[in-house]
């Protein structure tokens, strides 16, 4: 079986002592590509160096993640247009609305997230989408623009069965993790009703680990774990899950198995 991790944050910290071993585990557990977000200006060259140690199976991300639009946002943005020029990318992200946190900075979160959408079309690529707390306002700032041809995932997806039939109605995937595994999070109920062509699997590590890792590191290596639950609400076998997420990964993100 293989297995691609759409979101995962391999690049930060808490890899630090054991960056190449986590990757090699996660192979050796089928896992076959990972796609890494962007945060911000701060950590754009742990990001690259990450993709250098295995740059046939690690890709990269342009954006700004919502929690870090501050005072400085613009000179953020005009970063991400830098990275843009000098490297190759898959996708538009993670940006999006977090209103979980602190709520300082919706205005210029919101404005950070239609220069995004706006790259997501001229460059045809994917926008990927975090929607903590705000996943009707992301859908309703999103929608607007699927005639211009815009899709992606919503990452880390916790919204209701109503919210997940409207993402998928304007063509984006959900973005399935350890959430799905925690007892009373709900969304297996939700993801119940959706067909496996609208899903793709993510760990969004180190953060999420599934149960029974709840709390600890989250790791790539996680991703069967994910797949498994998966398979027990979609009441299908495991490698279905793992042919059908692994094929709309690689449509997603234009990608092909090397």
Known sequence: MVFID???HLYTEEFNNDRKEIILSAIGQGL???YLPAIDSST???MLDTKNMFPDRIFLMAGLHPC????????ELKHVESFMEQHDFKGIGETGLDFYWDTTYVKEQKESLHRHIEWA??????LILHTRNSTRETINI??????????????????????AAEVVDMGFFLGIGGVITFKNSGLDKVISKIDLSHIVLETDSPYLAPVPYRGKRNQSGYIPLIAQKLAEVSEVELEEVARITTSNALNIYKSSLS
């Open 6 to 8: 759409t979101h995962t």
């Open 32 to 34: 076959s590509q990972f």
């Open 44 to 46: 754009t060259q742990a």
């Open 68 to 75: 870090s639009v501050k005072e400085n946002f613009k000179e």
């Open 121 to 126: 079309i001229h460059f045809k690529k994917p």
């Open 142 to 163: 999103v929608k607007p623009y699927i005639s211009q041809g815009l899709t992606g995932i919503f990452h880390c997806f916790s919204g209701t069965a109503e919210d």
